[in-house]
Nanobody
Framework: EVQFVESGGGLVQAGGSLRLSCEAS????????IGWIRQAPGKEPEGVSC????????YYADSVKGRFTISSDSAKNTVYLQMNNLKPEDTAVYYC????????????????WGQGAQVTVSS
């Protein structure tokens, strides 16, 4: 069974930073694309970022390029999302997600999702 333990969400002022962590279990870590999907109230889910062994190795939505950085530690089965210069429009529940077959460009369609971490950015 694929499981995720997400942490690092919280409340921050605009311009601040947060780092999300996602520890995955039940998968062969290097065989999966792993990323983050966010959903704000009343909006559709948005694929935010992803990391995989394909080329290109990372994906970022245009809305977060230059502010967010994704990384992974395969020894810890953990993916991180460093979020800098946060804006109120980044407020959402952030879900860790993984897929064995899809590449990062399709992160929003990944099969396996975590329970989510709330990120709230105040203005």
């Amino acid at each position: 069974e694929v499981q995720f333990v997400e942490s690092g969400g919280g409340l921050v002022q605009a311009g601040g930073s947060l780092r999300l962590s996602c520890e995955a279990s039940g998968i062969t870590f290097d065989d999966y694309a792993i990323g983050w999907i966010r959903q704000a109230p009343g909006k559709e889910p948005e694929g935010v970022s992803c990391i995989n062994s394909s080329d290109p190795p990372t994906y970022y939505a245009d809305s977060v390029k230059g502010r967010f950085t994704i990384s992974s530690d395969s020894a810890k089965n953990t993916v991180y999302l460093q979020m800098n210069n946060l804006k109120p429009e980044d407020t959402a529940v952030y879900y860790c997600a993984a897929d064995e077959d899809l590449i990062c460009a399709h992160v929003r369609d990944f099969d396996h999702w975590g329970q989510g971490a709330q990120v709230t950015v105040s203005s």
